[in-house]
């Protein structure tokens, strides 16, 4: 089993930046890939970033240039360093890892870009 803690929501103005952090814990071995996922109100969870193993990093076309995906701590946390944050960009962002075919999830953290 993985354990995936998030933090680092918050409200922000329009053109503001926000750090999310997930820290991964128990069984982290082999994980092959961790990453962001977000779901607006009334719309379908979407790929933010991933990075895997390796280091290989994949955007949205709609956050590239604005957010950049990283990982420490012997690859067991990731951050999303977000910005020129959007009102689009409002939403719960979800902390993701695989491992062997496995999808993890973390409980969510509220973005909310608002005036």
């Known amino acids: 089993q993985v354990q995936l803690v998030e933090s680092g929501g918050g409200l922000v103005q329009p053109g503001g930046s926000l750090r999310l952090s997930c820290a991964a814990s128990?069984?982290?071995?082999?994980?092959?890939?961790m990453g962001w996922y977000r779901q607006a109100p009334g719309k379908q969870r979407e790929l933010v970033a991933i990075i895997t193993r390796g280091g290989t990093t994949n955007y949205a076309d709609s956050v590239k240039g604005r957010f950049t995906i990283s990982r420490a701590n012997a690859k067991s946390t990731v951050y999303l360093q977000m910005n020129n944050l959007q009102p689009e960009d409002t939403a719960v962002y979800y902390c993701?890892?695989?491992?062997?075919?496995?999808?993890?999830w973390g409980q969510g953290t509220q973005v909310t870009v608002s005036s």
């Open positions: 993701y890892a695989r491992k062997v075919n496995i999808d993890y």
């Open positions: 128990g069984s982290i071995l082999s994980i092959s890939a």
